[in-house]
């Protein structure tokens, strides 16, 4: 999972972090504006006191009888001053001076307009054809503290913005995204058996061609495996007659024959057909199997059909088969034939392929748990893993087509049953066990 990107984490992060960098990149720029308005307001505050102290400076310092030395203007009350100011004449001797005002900030020789010293913003203006002229200053830390409180104000929304644009994407996005879900879930759902188109409404467009091509698929895969069973089917079905017509004449000529060396070859011959001829039906089970069908609509009992079934390898093999049936019913949802097929096959591999001098153990306990239990020799692991394929047999003399477990393991699977193998049988050394429940049988599958 480390290496898969997930879109709503991707979409999230990178969606984030653009609108953070665009709202930063817009308080840098109304911090810009904000710093050239202010300046020009304080500018034009800074002249406006200019002038209006200077005529009342005037006619102070005018009004002064003899007395040319310096004077500082009386505080009202003690306060810190904001703006100071200072009257100097040409020359740069001060004659009156704000009471907080520190004439070493100012320059030495009183300009007119505007300037600006490290720490302050000065403006200057003049009166009486030049002779004096007032200087008023403010600190430039003022306006500095302004631009940045306007600026982390601006600021302040970014602590809410970030953790609403994380959850309102990471919301839309899983809205938007809940269809795609619908459909991975309808696509995964799908067994084997199940290969019917996926439909899932209102998905985005953007996903629409990916249900297209998950339909075709499923559309191409289920004509080629159709057109796989239908030809095994037929061919199964087509070869019945000519086998079985070969092998009766073959029995004609071993009967009218005198030759003996003619009668052996025929009786080769017509053990090889016969094999053809039991694979040819075993082909047949196995596209019926395959083909669904394993289940039917109401539930049977099915323990008469056991009983029946082992009584009729009871028969064929007398004193061979043990069998252990539940008191009552055991009714399942499985189709009759399908678990007659899927008995059989099972007893039948038991029986071939089991100790010859010992009986088979065909159980069925009354929560459906059937087991088909047989003495042998142990088969491997690996072997194991691979019997229920088609055609796949382990080294064993008996004979056999390797298609017997692959149709018990259709018929599980159709019906939605698990089928499990095991060597050594549960609670012996030796042996093989084929264990299946039949009662769990999921009407869905
Ligand atoms: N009851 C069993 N005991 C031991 N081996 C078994 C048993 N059932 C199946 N096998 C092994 O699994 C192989 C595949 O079984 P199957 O598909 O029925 O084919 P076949 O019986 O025609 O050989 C068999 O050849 C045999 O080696
Ligand atoms: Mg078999």
Known sequence: MSTKTSLQKTLGTWLTIGVTLLWLLGVIASGLVARHEMNEVFDSALEETAQRILPLAVTDILNREGDTGLQRALALKEHDEYLTYLIRDKSGNLLLQSHDADPRIFGAIPQEGFSETST??????????????IEVAEPLAHRRVAVLETSLALLLPLILLIPISLVGV???????????????????????????????DRLPEEFGPIMISVNRLLDR??????????FTANSAHELRTPLATAL?????????????RVKTQAGEIEVSLRTLSRLSEKLLELAKAEGGGALSEHRHDLVPILRMIASDYEHQA????ELNLPDGDVTSLLDLDAFAILARNLIENALRHGADDQPVNISLTGD???????????VSPEKLA???????????????????LAIVEA???GAGITLTLRSPASGQSDGFEAELNIAVVDAHS
Not at 188 to 193: A, F, H, K, L
Not at 221 to 230: D, H, I, K, N, Q
Not at 368 to 378: A, F, H, Q, S
């Open 386 to 404: 691979l019997l229920r394929n088609r055609f796949v047999r382990s080294s064993t003399k008996a004979v056999g087509s390797g298609i017997g």
């Open 411 to 413: 018929i599980a699977s």
């Open 221 to 230: 895969l289920r004509r080629a495996l159709e057109a796989e069973r239908s």
């Open 120 to 133: 302050h913003r000065i403006y200057g203006e003049s009166a009486i054809s030049g002779t004096l002229y």
């Open 318 to 321: 007398p004193g061979k088969i």
């Open 368 to 378: 459906g748990i059937l087991r088909v239990v047989n003495r042998g020799e142990i």
């Open 170 to 200: 990471w919301w839309v996005i899983r809205r938007s995204l809940r269809e795609v879900l619908l459909l991975q879930q309808s696509i995964e759902v799908r067994g084997g058996g199940d290969l019917s188109p996926v439909a899932v």
């Open 248 to 260: 009766a004449k073959l029995q004609r000529l071993k009967v009218e024959t005198q030759d003996v």
